[in-house]
Each structure stands twice: as structure tokens, then as C-alpha cells.
């Protein structure tokens, strides 16, 4: 009970103060922009105009929300060290673990403010386009915030030993990868590579996040209909993935002197 | 200095703690804290003296965990300091207030009620409670960043405070208080104290130290040089310093006191101190009384705290 009680304090604040960031203000701004520019698309044949929008305005949530969730996480943790906030919290009886889980939770929250926001704009244009709203494009909210999730815990992962702007760039350059895994994966494994460089790239592989998997992203905005079971499992291995993640970047914090 | 005898029982052991750092760009390491060995008892107030760098922010550190120990061990109420719950007693006031700005006082206290493994309800009955022990309930509503330093520290000793902690670990509390802040912060010390609760009190300002303290341990370059009752520290001085009015200056007074091993001052009034080994009182009085001066004030001396704290660590 304590437990909870320590993260959900920890997620409380840091929640609040991601609202609060100015980064977190521009790049809402700029989604929302995205969102209102998509209506201006009026030229085209009705169908298209309704594709394009929906387009849009789904890479401009992903996009912003996952931006949001690595820049608040690559400076979060370190930040409390460097101001030293960090001192009054663990001198309670709070593990660090716990501290790595509030903060990152937290930064989720920020990162669910952000997508609701953006998600009743989307919403709101539909109607205007559209003159009705589909309801099962909002099916499509939790695979974003999980994507968001798998990204803002690799950048806190980073964040746990490296500088802010290291971890930032990091983070970007495994969510670029991360898109194109399965391209990675036919190089990796092309014969003209040893044993240990394929044995290497294996590793690389499973240890990378897969993100082309929540590809099915455009099928649901699109009304189209994805496997239940596929759904699922693409659920659980974004959930695993982000606990293995924080476990380990958990584990390196404890080892951390602050 | 002998080793303190260590009660296995007491609020806080410390063994043996020594912790090194490396010093960047060259192959060697700064000796932060050499093999520490303390303990203190429940109720008391021990006063942690030191010059800067002495080590004293390092010992607190390897005790609320934010620092390992390159050896030795410690153990806060019978728990290692490696196990998280040997804090659920603690209490800590930094030196330096950090909390985020944007949180009222209010806010921040009651957070850390529930950091201190209290519930929702029962942090915001405490943070009134604790707010108004520290003369800041009229401000609970405002942000921290409206708040001075002073009130700012405060606010550090109602969150250490909300979770009625037994031990309470202050950095230089009173860095940031005005005068009036200080004597508050005496009174309350000295208020918790008669509650029962234990204080390690890390501070610069020694007279404040002589007299709340029951214990002080002195720290220099990283080793303990005295462990003691204040009165135990500062060396007895079997002086007295007699002040004199005269009309010229005495030689045969002078050679008289030089002759005893005392020595001659000028008090801030501007007239003769002199400074003579109580056994020589007496025969310093019939001298000035045959026509060396006029007496206005005998004062024994003793060595302060302040005095001990250098002599020790210089």
C-alpha cells in the first residue's frame, strides 16, 4: 500500500510539472496546428479529403506524443539530481525504484493529457469534415500512448547514465530503427556476416523495441478491422517491454551515487 | 582519541565509515570520511561539527542511502542503511531547501507525509499541524517561489517534522533564518528533545551547538578528532581575567604578571585585561590594591566551544 502510495505521490508531482514545461506547450501547439492544417486539404474529393486528415492527424498525435514522452524522460530524473529535489524524497523511506516508476509514470500522465487534448481536436475536426465520428478510431488511443510508453522508457533507460541531450538523441535514433526492424533484421542475418556479427545483430534485434508492430496503427483509423488476437498481443509485448525496461533502468539508478 | 563505545541499541551506529572519491583526471582518491565510528543515543541532541569539507554532508549522505560507503557499515534503530526502511523513522532537513517551486507549502508537506508512509487523510490533518510548529500556517497557500529562504526552510522542517519522525537529521538548519528564525528553531529543538526525539544536528554556528547539544563529535578532514559532552571537549582553563582602570601604564604590574605566566589585553572598553592563573588571584588583588589601579571585574575563564573547535581542528 505504501508503495503505491510513494509512486502515485511521485506521478502526482511530476505529472503537474510536465504540464507545466514549455516544451510540452510548443509541441502541443504544433500537433494542434498539424490538426487545424489538415482541414484546409478542402481541394480534394471528399473520401480523400477524409483520408488525408485522418492521416495527419493520427502521425501528428504519434509523433508529438512520442516527442513529449522522450524529451520529458531524457531530463526528468536527471534534472531532480542536478537540483537536488530529488534529496528530500529519498531521504523518506522511498526506494529508488520507486522513484524511477513515479517519475516515469508521471510523465505518462503528462503524455495522456497531451494525447486527450489532441484526440478531442481530432475528434472535433472529424465532425466538421465528416459530420460524424466514427467511434472506433479511438480504439486506436492506447496503442499510441503504448508506443509513447515503449519510447519514454528507453529515454529514461538512457537518461539513467548518460546526459539529457545524449539520451534524447539515443532515444530518437532507436525509435528510427525501432520503425524499420524488420529491414534490420534481413541485413543482419544476410550471409555475408559471420557467426558472431549474426549473433550480435540477434541480440540487437530482440533488445531494440519492435514498433513496426503497432504498424495496424492506420487499419483502425481507417475503420479497417485488425485481429482481436493480434491487438493482444501487441498489448502485451508493448506492457512487457516497458516493465523490462524500467526494471533495468531501475537497477542501474539504485547503483547510482546522487 | 578513543574510540566512543558503541550501543547496538542507540538511534544511530556508525562503524567504521570511510568513503574515497576519485579525483578527476588523476589516478587517486580524496579520503571524504575516514573510518567514522560513532553512536548515538535516543533522546539526545548530538551536535556534528566540522569545517567545510570536513566530511560532515558526506556522513549524512552514506545515511539516508544517496552514497555508498567505500567500507564500513551503519544502522539507523537496529536497520542497515542499505535497507530503505531504516528511514521510515528518519527525518531530514537539507541545507539548502530543493522542493519544486511550483507546489505551495501546503502541497509540499502533505506530499511528504505521504512519502513518510502516511495516508492521504492523515498527511493533510499533519501538514496543518506541522506548518503551524514552524509559524507557517498563514502561508500554506503560497507557492514556494513566492517564499523566502528562511520560509523556504521551514517549509523543509514541517516535511521533515509531518511523519513524527524519533530521529531527525538537520544540515545546518539554521542557514537562510534570521535571528528570531534561530531562536524558534532552538526552542523547537529543544521542544522535540523533551518529546523524545533524537537529533543529529550538523551546523557551523557553535554557540548555538554548546547550548542545545548533549553530544558533539568534531570532524576534521574527514576524521573524528573528539566525541563528547560539550563540557568534556572544551579544556578547563584554571585563569582569571581581572579588569583594571589606571591612569598610566604599570610596569611593575606587568613584570608581576609576566612573572606569573599571565599575559595583558585590552578589554573592548579600552582598559587593561590581565590574564593570571587563578592560583595567583590573591596576590594580583593586594598588588593593585597597594596603588597599581583600580579594580572593576573579576571573570573566570573558560574555554568555549568555539575555542575547542579550533584548537581541534586546526
Same mark, same amino acid.
Request: charged residues 15%; hydrophobic residues 45%.
Given at each position: 500500500?505504501?508503495?503505491?502510495?510513494?509512486?502515485?505521490?511521485i506521478?502526482?508531482?511530476?505529472?503537474?510539472?510536465?504540464?507545466?514545461?514549455?516544451?510540452?506547450?510548443?509541441l502541443?501547439?504544433?500537433?494542434?496546428?498539424?490538426i487545424?492544417?489538415?482541414?484546409? =486539404?478542402?481541394?480534394?474529393?471528399?473520401?480523400?479529403?477524409?483520408?488525408?486528415?485522418?492521416?495527419?492527424?493520427?502521425?501528428?498525435?504519434?509523433?508529438?506524443?512520442?516527442?513529449?514522452?522522450?524529451?520529458?524522460?531524457?531530463?526528468?530524473?536527471?534534472?531532480?539530481v542536478?537540483?537536488?529535489?530529488?534529496?528530500?524524497?529519498?531521504?523518506?523511506?522511498?526506494?529508488?525504484?520507486?522513484?524511477?516508476?513515479?517519475?516515469?509514470? *508521471?510523465?505518462?500522465?503528462?503524455?495522456?493529457i *497531451?494525447?486527450?487534448?489532441?484526440?478531442?481536436?481530432?475528434?472535433?475536426?472529424?465532425?466538421?469534415?465528416?459530420?460524424?465520428?466514427?467511434?472506433?478510431?479511438?480504439?486506436?488511443?492506447?496503442?499510441?500512448?503504448?508506443?509513447?510508453?515503449?519510447? *519514454?522508457?528507453?529515454?529514461?533507460f538512457?537518461?539513467?547514465?548518460?546526459?539529457?541531450?545524449?539520451?534524447?538523441?539515443?532515444?530518437?535514433?532507436?525509435?528510427?530503427?525501432?520503425?524499420?526492424?524488420? *529491414?534490420?533484421?534481413?541485413? =543482419?542475418?544476410?550471409?555475408?556476416?559471420?557467426?558472431?556479427?549474426?549473433?550480435?545483430?540477434?541480440?540487437?534485434?530482440?533488445?531494440?523495441?519492435?514498433?513496426?508492430?503497432?504498424?495496424?496503427?492506420?487499419?483502425? $483509423?481507417?475503420?479497417?478491422?485488425?485481429?482481436?488476437?493480434?491487438?493482444?498481443?501487441?498489448?502485451?509485448?508493448g506492457? $512487457?517491454?516497458t516493465?523490462?525496461?524500467?526494471?533495468?533502468?531501475?537497477?542501474?539508478?539504485?547503483?547510482?551515487? =546522487? | 582519541?578513543?574510540?566512543?563505545?558503541?550501543?547496538?541499541?542507540?538511534?544511530?551506529?556508525?562503524? &567504521?565509515?570511510?568513503?574515497?572519491?576519485?579525483?578527476?583526471?588523476?589516478?587517486?582518491?580524496?579520503? !571524504?570520511?575516514?573510518?567514522?565510528?560513532?553512536?548515538?543515543?535516543?533522546?539526545?541532541?548530538?551536535?556534528?561539527?566540522?569545517?567545510?569539507?570536513a566530511?560532515?554532508?558526506?556522513?549524512?549522505?552514506?545515511?539516508?542511502?544517496?552514497?555508498?560507503?567505500?567500507? &564500513?557499515?551503519?544502522?539507523?534503530?537496529?536497520?542497515?542503511?542499505?535497507?530503505?526502511?531504516?528511514?521510515?523513522?528518519?527525518?531530514?532537513?537539507?541545507?539548502?531547501?530543493?522542493?519544486?517551486?511550483?507546489?505551495?507549502?501546503?502541497?509540499?508537506?502533505?506530499?511528504?507525509?505521504?512519502?513518510?508512509?502516511?495516508?492521504?487523510?492523515? !498527511? !493533510?490533518?499533519?501538514?496543518?499541524?506541522?506548518?503551524?510548529?514552524v509559524?507557517?500556517?498563514?502561508?500554506?497557500? /503560497?507557492?514556494?517561489?513566492?517564499?523566502?529562504?528562511?520560509?523556504?526552510?521551514?517549509?523543509?522542517?514541517?516535511?521533515?517534522?509531518?511523519?513524527d519522525?524519533?530521529?531527525?537529521?538537520?544540515?545546518?538548519?539554521?542557514?537562510?533564518?534570521?535571528?528570531?528564525?534561530?531562536?524558534?528553531?532552538?526552542?523547537?529543538?529543544?521542544?522535540?528533545?523533551?518529546?523524545?526525539?533524537?537529533?543529529?544536528?550538523?551546523?557551523?554556528?557553535?554557540?548555538?551547538?554548546?547550548?542545545?547539544?548533549?553530544?558533539?563529535?568534531?570532524?576534521?578532514?574527514?576524521?573524528?578528532?573528539?566525541?563528547?559532552?560539550?563540557?568534556?571537549?572544551?579544556?578547563?582553563?584554571?585563569?582569571?581575567?581581572?579588569?583594571?582602570?589606571?591612569?598610566?601604564?604599570?610596569?611593575?604590574?606587568?613584570?608581576?604578571?609576566?612573572?606569573?605566566?599571565?599575559?595583558i589585553?585590552?578589554? /573592548?572598553?579600552?582598559?587593561?585585561r590581565?590574564l593570571?592563573?587563578?592560583?595567583?588571584?590573591?596576590?594580583?588583588?593586594?598588588?593593585?590594591?597597594? &596603588?597599581?589601579?583600580?579594580l572593576?571585574?573579576?571573570?573566570?575563564?573558560?574555554?568555549?566551544?568555539?575555542?575547542?573547535?579550533?584548537?581541534?581542528?586546526?
Amino acid at each position: 500500500m505504501n508503495t503505491l502510495r510513494h509512486i502515485s505521490v511521485i506521478a502526482h508531482i511530476t505529472m503537474i510539472e510536465g504540464a507545466r514545461k514549455q516544451i510540452f506547450h510548443v509541441l502541443m501547439l504544433f500537433a494542434l496546428f498539424l490538426i487545424a492544417v489538415s482541414t484546409m =486539404l478542402a481541394v480534394f474529393d471528399h473520401n480523400v479529403q477524409i483520408k488525408i486528415v485522418t492521416d495527419l492527424c493520427s502521425v501528428a498525435i504519434m509523433l508529438s506524443s512520442g516527442i513529449i514522452a522522450i524529451t520529458l524522460n531524457s531530463s526528468g530524473t536527471t534534472q531532480e539530481v542536478e537540483s537536488k529535489t530529488i534529496y528530500p524524497v529519498l531521504a523518506k523511506p522511498v526506494s529508488r525504484w520507486q522513484f524511477v516508476v513515479g517519475k516515469y509514470l *508521471g510523465t505518462l500522465g503528462t503524455v495522456t493529457i *497531451g494525447m486527450l487534448i489532441m484526440m478531442a481536436a481530432f475528434a472535433a475536426i472529424l465532425q466538421c469534415t465528416q459530420g460524424s465520428i466514427n467511434a472506433k478510431i479511438f480504439l486506436v488511443m492506447p496503442y499510441l500512448l503504448l508506443e509513447a510508453a515503449i519510447l *519514454g522508457a528507453v529515454s529514461q533507460f538512457f537518461s539513467t547514465f548518460s546526459s539529457p541531450p545524449l539520451a534524447w538523441f539515443m532515444t530518437i535514433v532507436i525509435f528510427l530503427i525501432a520503425n524499420f526492424k524488420f *529491414g534490420l533484421s534481413s541485413y =543482419l542475418n544476410a550471409p555475408t556476416h559471420d557467426v558472431v556479427s549474426r549473433f550480435a545483430g540477434l541480440v540487437l534485434y530482440q533488445a531494440l523495441p519492435n514498433l513496426e508492430c503497432f504498424d495496424f496503427k492506420d487499419s483502425l $483509423v481507417h475503420g479497417l478491422t485488425v485481429p482481436t488476437g493480434y491487438l493482444i498481443s501487441t498489448a502485451v509485448y508493448g506492457i $512487457v517491454y516497458t516493465c523490462c525496461v524500467l526494471s533495468i533502468s531501475s537497477a542501474i539508478f539504485a547503483r547510482k551515487e =546522487l | 582519541m578513543t574510540q566512543p563505545v558503541l550501543n547496538k541499541d542507540a538511534a544511530l551506529v556508525i562503524k &567504521g565509515l570511510t568513503k574515497h572519491y576519485p579525483i578527476p583526471k588523476q589516478r587517486a582518491l580524496r579520503v !571524504a570520511l575516514n573510518d567514522l565510528t560513532l553512536s548515538v543515543d535516543g533522546g539526545q541532541i548530538f551536535g556534528f561539527l566540522g569545517p567545510n569539507g570536513a566530511g560532515k554532508t558526506t556522513t549524512i549522505k552514506m545515511l539516508l542511502g544517496f552514497i555508498r560507503p567505500t567500507s &564500513g557499515d551503519a544502522w539507523l534503530f537496529g536497520k542497515h542503511i542499505t535497507d530503505d526502511n531504516s528511514r521510515e523513522k528518519v527525518g531530514y532537513v537539507p541545507e539548502q531547501p530543493y522542493f519544486p517551486k511550483f507546489l505551495t507549502a501546503l502541497e509540499t508537506v502533505r506530499a511528504h507525509g505521504v512519502l513518510s508512509n502516511l495516508s492521504g487523510r492523515e !498527511a !493533510a490533518i499533519r501538514a496543518d499541524k506541522a506548518l503551524e510548529q514552524v509559524n507557517l500556517f498563514d502561508f500554506r497557500y /503560497s507557492p514556494l517561489s513566492k517564499l523566502s529562504k528562511g520560509q523556504t526552510q521551514r517549509v523543509a522542517l514541517a516535511s521533515a517534522l509531518i511523519g513524527d519522525p524519533t530521529l531527525l537529521i538537520l544540515d545546518e538548519p539554521s542557514s537562510g533564518l534570521d535571528p528570531v528564525g534561530r531562536k524558534e528553531l532552538r526552542d523547537l529543538l529543544q521542544q522535540l528533545k523533551t518529546q523524545g526525539k533524537t537529533i543529529f544536528l550538523s551546523s557551523h554556528l557553535l554557540s548555538e551547538m554548546e547550548s542545545v547539544c548533549d553530544q558533539v563529535g568534531v570532524l576534521a578532514l574527514g576524521k573524528l578528532v573528539a566525541c563528547g559532552r560539550p563540557s568534556e571537549i572544551v579544556q578547563a582553563r584554571d585563569q582569571v581575567a581581572v579588569e583594571i582602570e589606571q591612569a598610566k601604564q604599570d610596569d611593575v604590574l606587568a613584570k608581576h604578571v609576566a612573572d606569573w605566566g599571565g599575559e595583558i589585553e585590552q578589554s /573592548s572598553a579600552g582598559s587593561p585585561r590581565l590574564l593570571v592563573p587563578s592560583a595567583r588571584l590573591d596576590a594580583l588583588i593586594n598588588l593593585i590594591q597597594q &596603588g597599581h589601579g583600580r579594580l572593576l571585574a573579576v571573570t573566570p575563564q573558560r574555554e568555549t566551544l568555539e575555542d575547542a573547535f579550533l584548537r581541534l581542528v586546526s
